[in-house]
């Protein structure tokens, strides 16, 4: 008896440390602290309007020599260092993306022509147009973009939005006469250099126009085609420099000027270490572009992300006045809040438009007649 009464006290014993080691096992843990310049919200946000700059300044840094014309090879050279900054982080298991193939490649090659349109108008419309004016004009590739989602997308446009976009436009024609002020101002409204000004004013204009139209066509063709190829942001950034350095290659071999003459022209002696080294640091910033967006986005969320690409048009355009010398006169000024404010307004009308089911405006439904209406109900019955 006293055996038995012994086991039992030894079996309560047991399952007395069985279950405090069970509670102490199920226990939570303590959240351990992240580390604070990782998932610090401000550091993403930063780095992401810092790589943003850096690529605008260096690109106009190397464009506003006297006389570049060299814009072919200036994109070559991005692309190449792209695909090998990308494919040395694959290899180091930095980031990941697709394999090269064939038949994704034939698809993904239409995108590609776009995409050097696109940047190639870009960079001659840099060459032209201050950094404040060039950033101000490309809120207008928003509009092109808005109303081609509404044709091919199904998408809408909010009361809201048609503001931004108003004060957009605003904004443009304002930078616009300032930039033509300032000329004038400058060197005399009858003087041969005002007309030079104005002739060069003009050409810029031009180019941001195409410019918008091919940025417009480009981003919406390559949302349609990556519905198709399911693909990531670096297999879009892979395809595209890839299947961009033979055309780039082809267009600055056979269409450029590689005389010596030239070449020393656009790439002085004193200054060509200092050029060569701002076309690597472009080609890298692409990079850092692409990925601290996703840093951005994975760290605080699509709504900061949003906010951070309106904000960021204020130091950009800013930086124009820091690094290059930019007029700094009331319409600049005026056309950069002008500017700054309409972002800011475009990306909040979005959020709302996100967060509410979506209204349809007549921009995007237009009132049907009687025949059309009468003609869809017998095709509904």
Not at 22 to 30: G, L, Y
Not at 110 to 131: D, N, R, V
Not at 153 to 174: A, E, K, Y
Not at 323 to 335: E, I, R
Request: with cysteine; charged share 15%.
């Amino acid at each position: 008896m006293e055996e038995d009464d012994k086991k039992r006290d030894n079996y309560k014993m047991e399952m007395g440390s069985a279950d405090r080691e069970a509670k102490a096992f199920d226990r939570p843990q303590p959240p351990q602290k992240p580390r604070a310049t990782v998932n610090s919200p401000a550091v993403p946000v930063l780095s992401y309007c810092a790589s943003s700059i850096l690529m605008t300044v260096t690109n106009k840094f190397v464009l506003s020599g006297l006389g570049f014309n060299l814009n072919f090879f200036l994109l070559l050279i991005q692309s190449f260092v792209c695909i090998v900054a990308i494919q040395t982080c694959k290899s180091l298991g930095v980031i990941t993306y697709r394999d090269f193939k064939s038949d994704e490649a034939k698809k993904w090659f239409p995108i590609s022509l776009l995409l050097i349109g696109m940047i190639y108008t870009g960079s001659k419309a840099l060459q032209f147009l201050s950094i404040p004016v060039y950033t101000i004009f490309k809120n207008l590739t928003i509009i092109l973009i808005a109303y081609g989602e509404v044709l091919w997308f199904g998408g809408s446009v909010t009361g809201l939005t048609l503001v931004s976009f108003g004060l957009m436009v605003m904004s443009s024609v304002i930078a616009a006469w300032a930039d033509i002020k300032h000329a004038l101002d400058s060197h005399g409204t009858a003087s041969h250099e005002a007309a030079t000004r104005i002739s060069t004013l003009n050409s810029g204009y031009i180019w941001m126009l195409v410019n918008c139209l091919c940025n417009a066509t480009f981003v919406l063709g390559m949302r349609k085609r990556i519905k198709l190829t399911n693909f990531k942001d670096f297999d879009t950034m892979f395809y595209n420099n890839l299947l961009s350095i033979p055309i780039l290659l082809f267009c600055s071999v056979f269409l450029e000027d590689w005389s010596a003459e030239n070449i020393n022209k656009n790439f002085p002696p004193a200054e060509r270490n200092r050029l060569i080294v701002a076309m690597v640091i472009s080609g890298l910033s692409s990079v850092f572009i692409s990925y601290t967006s996703a840093w951005c986005v994975r760290v605080t969320s699509s709504t900061t992300y949003s906010m951070a690409g309106a904000l960021n048009k204020l130091p950009m355009a800013l930086s124009g006045l820091l690094f290059f010398g930019d007029p700094v006169t009331l319409p600049s000024v005026s056309a950069i809040a002008v500017g700054f404010i309409s972002g800011i307004m475009y990306a909040w009308a979005k959020l709302k438009q996100a967060s509410k089911p979506r209204t349809v405006l007549p921009t995007t439904n237009p009132p049907m007649s009687a025949s059309a209406q009468s003609m869809r109900d017998s095709l509904k019955s």
